[in-house]
């Protein structure tokens, strides 16, 4: 399998190399720089002493990091990195979809075709005992009647048992102590525990604006005006053009379709530079409304909270932190209670909840007289296609009901997350830095947020932090008595439509008062 690899223990250079590669995670890299301290601290202890180091030392060593975070926020680049520093090799499998038990563990001899596992064989490609084995979409792990390769993993990841790591194809016990596992995931939730046990989970939750347009400037357009054939003496992008592709063509958490289309950009760039016998190329906000045509995104979201049963809740998906839109509507019925959004068990058990608190506070929230037994609610959360769960919508459940009975608009400016109780508690969530920079994005001002959320505001980055404000509650009825507008109230979307009507009218009464010729 090769020879092992020296490592290099030069911290300095280590955090250097991470400086460069990338912009901001701070945390991360900290933890990082601890990590290889303590591997060179036992590494120098193993080389004074003759004596094995005790079990309880190692583990320090031995920890498996899982990088969690939504797409594009530089997990398997961070492996990469972790190896340049160390001056190791670097080697990644991919994981997702993997359904069969001999995909890790290999098959054995007597079956056709057989093979080592995946583990084996990008050790042979690494050519070296022990290189930095990135460990990709540990969350999309399968299992069948094949087997479960997340038990399989269990051994792997051990660094108890993984020094007698047996391949079912060499059949022989292999040392795998001396790699560095490094995990990356989307969800953690649909990691095994026992699984998940084994790893120490180090989170990645996404960039702000301004963290966007810096590794734009620093790392993404380098990279893709070298591999268009330019150089920064050929074209020139504007920050204000970085920021219009961050704000109207992406709305994501990391970075990898921000790069997609500085890329896009790049290439119509060529064709100029080509064609017109320009020698230079600056990039300015008009010419990438020009490239890229159509705008994907609009920067506010007031226009869709105009009537009264529409608020606007905080999620957590697989792609990173997002806004959600709860929708509820009234009808003559016979007292149903109505749910449609593909929403899990968890979100519907929410919305019940929301729906009877609701009717117990009917005469609280002023809500015109109804009776509940002669009418039916529905309740919707659009993107029906895309599977939805959780409890932390239960507040924007219950703010979206409370307009309808109310008649009051939720403040369109707002955004809300929290788990809800019959009790009229609202309970604390996870996910709140993810949340809040969805917020940011999508152009919210105000955030609700669980009173014991209040620590979780420490990890939001002050640009976001200073600009935004932040409303912490306990109580259900806290939270109505800011979300919902008062009687009377319009949005600057509806102040604009009264604007546009008034215009229309004036132009039908000049028309009609003037003469016919």
Not at 364 to 389: E, N, W, Y
Request: with cysteine.
């Amino acid at each position: 399998m090769g020879q092992e690899t020296d490592d290099n223990d030069d911290l300095k250079r280590a955090r250097e190399i991470l400086d460069e590669d990338h912009y901001g995670l701070d945390e991360v890299k900290d933890r990082i720089i601890e990590y290889l301290s303590v591997r060179n601290l036992l590494n120098v202890r193993r080389a004074k002493t003759s004596s094995e180091i005790p079990a309880h030392a190692s583990s320090g060593a031995g920890v498996i990091l899982c990088f969690a975070g939504p797409p594009g926020v530089g997990k398997t680049s961070l492996g990469q990195s972790i190896a340049r520093a160390m001056g190791r090799e670097f080697t990644r499998m991919s994981l997702g979809g993997i359904r069969d038990e001999a995909e890790i563990r290999g098959h054995r001899r007597t079956y056709v075709g057989a093979l080592p596992g995946r583990i084996i064989q990008a050790i042979k490609r690494a050519g070296t005992r022990n290189p930095v084995f990135m460990l990709d979409e540990v969350d999309k792990l399968g299992a069948d009647w094949r087997g479960d390769p997340s038990s399989a993993l269990l051994e792997v990841l051990d660094p108890a048992q993984n020094a007698a790591f047996r391949d079912n194809y060499l059949n022989v016990d292999f040392d795998l102590s001396e790699v560095i596992f490094i995990a990356t995931a989307n969800q953690l939730e649909t990691i095994p525990p026992p699984l998940r046990d084994r790893m120490e989970i180090i989170q990645l939750d996404g960039y702000t604006e301004f963290e966007k347009l810096q590794i734009a400037k620093h790392h993404l357009i380098p990279r893709q005006i070298e591999s268009h054939g330019l150089d920064e003496n050929d074209m020139t992008f504007m920050d204000e053009a970085v920021r219009k592709i961050i704000n109207s063509y992406t709305r994501e958490s990391g970075v990898r379709q921000l790069e997609r289309l500085i890329g896009a950009v790049c290439r119509k760039c060529v064709v100029h530079l080509t064609t017109s016998g320009w020698s230079h190329f600056i990039v300015t906000p008009e010419h990438v409304a020009d490239f890229l045509k159509k705008e994907k995104f609009e920067f506010e979201v007031s226009e869709k909270i105009d009537l009264p049963g529409v608020a606007t809740g905080l999620a957590v998906t697989a792609t990173g932190g997002d806004i959600l839109f709860v929708e509820a509507t009234q009808m003559q019925g016979s007292g149903k209670f109505k749910l449609t959004g593909q929403l899990g068990d968890v979100m519907k058990e929410s919305a019940q909840i929301a729906y009877s608190y609701i009717r117990a506070q009917a005469e609280r929230l002023d809500a015109a007289p109804l009776d509940f037994d002669r009418s039916d609610v529905h309740l919707h959360v659009p993107a029906g296609a895309i599977p939805k769960d959780g409890p932390s919508a239960g507040i924007a459940m219950i703010m979206a009901l409370a307009s309808l009975f109310s008649n009051r608009n939720v403040r369109s400016d707002i955004g809300m997350t929290g788990e809800a109780t019959l009790r009229g508690r609202v309970l604390p969530v996870g996910g709140i830095k993810m949340k809040v920079l969805a917020a940011h994005r999508a152009g919210l001002k105000t955030v609700i947020l669980p009173g014991r959320n209040l620590r979780d505001l420490e990890d939001i980055p002050d640009e976001v932090r200073n600009v935004m404000q932040f409303v912490l509650v306990d109580r259900i009825d806290e939270a109505i008595d800011v979300g919902l507008a008062p009687a009377g109230y319009k949005s600057e979307t509806d102040q604009q439509a009264d604007a546009d009507t008034k215009h229309i009218e004036d132009n039908v009464l000049a028309i009609a008062d003037s003469p016919i010729h």
